[in-house]
């Protein structure tokens, strides 16, 4: 059975929240959903009155003009641009591009820490990819 969670659906989404992986605290008031650790496929979707961008596993999917995903610890921005699609980081990717389980997505600088996100942003965390820190 597919689980579709659409943002803001703030009362369902909120139910699903879970403590970070990191040592420090995250906001309560920042949804924070856990996909399950499959293959996760992009689509960029046209909604009233923009544009989303559904990510999507075989059983559960979650949708939002801006999206955080990461690993519990840091967050980078997933974004519906209204004309040029999906951005992740800044780097543009199609409909049905995937981040398949066991994925390793190189972070660049600019990143956030989970625990920097602000009240009401939704942070999606991607159990089966892993977020590599830039080099310094």
């Known amino acids: 059975m597919r689980v579709p969670l659409a943002v803001p659906c703030a009362a369902v989404l909120a139910a699903l929240h879970s403590a970070p992986a990191c040592g420090e605290s ?44 990461g690993d519990g610890a840091v967050a980078i921005d997933l974004v519906a641009h209204p004309s040029q699609g999906i951005f992740l980081q800044g780097v543009m990717y199609r409909q049905g591009d995937k981040f398949e389980k066991g994925r390793i997505i190189k972070l660049r600088p600019g990143h956030k820490k989970a625990t920097e996100l602000k009240p009401g942003e939704v942070y999606v965390v991607l159990p089966g990819v892993s977020f590599e820190l830039p080099m310094e």
Do not use: N
């Open 26 to 69: 995250m906001d309560s008031r920042v949804i924070q959903v856990t996909l399950p650790a499959d293959d996760v496929t992009l689509s960029y979707v046209e909604r009233q009155p923009g544009f989303t961008v559904r990510l999507q596993t075989p059983s559960a999917s979650v949708e939002g003009e801006k999206l955080y995903i």
